[in-house]
């Protein structure tokens, strides 16, 4: 079974950056499509940017287009986001997930596997 574990979020003043990291374990096979969501409180889980094995990528709400990146890193089994010029509406916990299936997908519940999150925040 996939294993994902976040690391990097943390607190930050607006206008900051942060680089976030998912490494995956267990089965990698799984992890055709990796994808980062987030969840502010009293909100529902928000599709950020998702990326294929073979570094296809694609992006969720138009307010984080030009601010953030997502990438991985096959042969270290790592998924980034890089996070720039960060608002404080970008607060919140941001999971990583794998989908089994090849094809990109924007849909929380079409990915099978999830980490425990990492909470950013970020401060006017």
């Known amino acids: 079974q996939v294993r994902l574990v976040e690391s990097g979020g943390g607190w930050v003043q607006a206008g900051g950056s942060l680089k976030l990291s998912c490494v995956v374990a267990?089965?990698?096979?799984?992890?055709?499509?990796m994808g980062w969501f987030r969840q502010a409180p009293g909100k529902e889980r928000e599709f950020v940017a998702a990326?294929?094995?073979?570094?296809?990528?694609?992006y969720g709400a138009d307010s984080v287009l030009g601010r953030f990146t997502v990438s991985r890193d096959n042969a270290k089994d790592t998924m980034y986001l890089q996070l720039t010029n960060l608002k404080p509406e970008d607060t919140g916990t941001y999971y990583c997930?794998?989908?089994?299936?090849?094809?990109?997908?924007?849909?929380?519940?079409?990915?099978?596997?999830w980490g425990q999150g990492t909470q950013v925040t970020v401060s006017s």
């Open positions: 267990g089965e990698t096979s799984q992890s055709n499509v």
């Open positions: 997930a794998a989908r089994t299936q090849g094809t990109l997908s924007r849909r929380a519940s079409t990915y099978a596997f």
């Open positions: 990326i294929s094995k073979f570094g296809i990528d694609s």
